[in-house]
């Protein structure tokens, strides 16, 4: 099947959102890591509003062309999630530490925490992605804020894979990358309602601790049914 102008911009900017979320938060680490041993700086406030214009740039693009396409909706949704996630698990890597990304399916949202023992690394790195009302040492993401048409994503709960799936309140990363439980985390999001109701799910590697995104499906698997799905939307 050929591939439409529209839905090529729409990969384009779907991708494009996920990568300045990504990379914008991996160069703030990464100079704020190569600086320790000298003087810290920040963001400059010029760096921090050319990474807000172009995060406006790319939502604006991208609102009017989603209309009903629900799998990019939900492919861009993960994107992001992804990213917080390997941003989290950069934190502990570098730090030799542990963070965690703590779900809260009710209010739609996920933030991501300090959980080691070195107080010192309460308090997170400065982050355009911080909401205005977020404590020092939290930074929430709420899915109903994104750069998405309604219906919105909503957060279905993340389930690790041990048996047949239990409900996991949060997915910790160690110093090595990978997750303090020796089994796959999944995160599930849905977007839809009745017949037209979708799902995607993202997949933590416990070893690695590295992200990946799984297929669209039209229910949740059997295997955990159990887990509740937020209504609305």
Not at 69 to 86: F, I, S, Y
Request: with cysteine; proline share 7%.
């Amino acid at each position: 099947m050929p591939i439409h102008l529209r839905d090529a911009s729409i990969r384009f900017a779907v991708a494009e959102f996920a990568r300045i979320r990504s990379t914008a938060r991996g160069a703030s680490e990464f100079w704020r890591i190569q600086l320790r041993p000298a003087r810290r700086r920040g963001l400059t406030l010029i760096e921090l509003l050319l990474t807000l214009a172009v995060i406006g740039i790319l939502a604006a693009a991208l609102i009017p062309q989603i209309t009903s396409d629900l799998p990019q909706r939900l492919d861009a949704a993960a994107q992001v999630v992804a990213a917080d996630l390997d941003y989290s698990r950069a934190l502990a890597v570098a730090n030799n530490s542990t963070y965690q990304v703590v779900f809260q399916p009710a209010q739609n949202r996920y933030y991501l925490r300090h959980s080691g023992s070195n107080t010192l690394l309460n308090a997170l790195p400065r982050s355009p992605f911080r909401q205005n009302d977020d404590p020092p040492d939290q930074q929430t993401t709420r899915l109903a804020e994104l750069p998405l048409p309604e219906p919105g994503v909503r957060l279905v709960g993340a389930v690790v894979m041990q048996g047949a799936g239990v409900t996991a309140a949060n997915v910790e990363f160690n110093a090595l990358g990978g997750t303090t439980t020796k089994y796959e985390t999944v995160i599930w999001l849905t977007c839809g309602k009745g017949a037209a109701q979708r799902y995607i799910s993202v997949h933590v590697n416990p070893v690695t601790g590295l992200s990946e995104i799984g297929p669209l499906k039209g229910e949740l698997p059997s295997a955990i049914a159990s887990v509740q799905v937020p209504v609305g939307g």
